[in-house]
């Protein structure tokens, strides 16, 4: 599978939780959730957004700040 399917796939799984968010902004379980989908997808630039739209509105979390920082290296985007 390319990354180009991989992405249409989340993409595609992925509508239903963006549903819940227009209803709630703020739903630290379905940010969480798509920051999970999209790193599964191999899609980490998507995945910290959405784990950092979480980490706002739970900034204490520990496990999505962890997963936050594990998008951001697998993006290149650390160090």
């Keep these: 599978m390319t990354m180009e399917q991989m992405k249409a796939m989340a993409d595609r799984r992925a509508a239903p939780l963006l549903e819940k968010l227009i209803a709630n902004p703020t739903d630290v379980k379905a940010l969480s959730q798509l920051g ?4 599964s997808a191999h899609q980490f630039p998507q995945s910290a957004e959405y784990y950092r739209k979480a980490l706002e509105s739970d900034p204490k979390n520990l496990g999505t700040r962890t997963q936050l920082a594990s998008s951001l290296y ?3 985007r650390c160090g």
């Design 36 to 39: 999970a989908l999209y790193s």
């Design 74 to 76: 697998y993006a290149g």
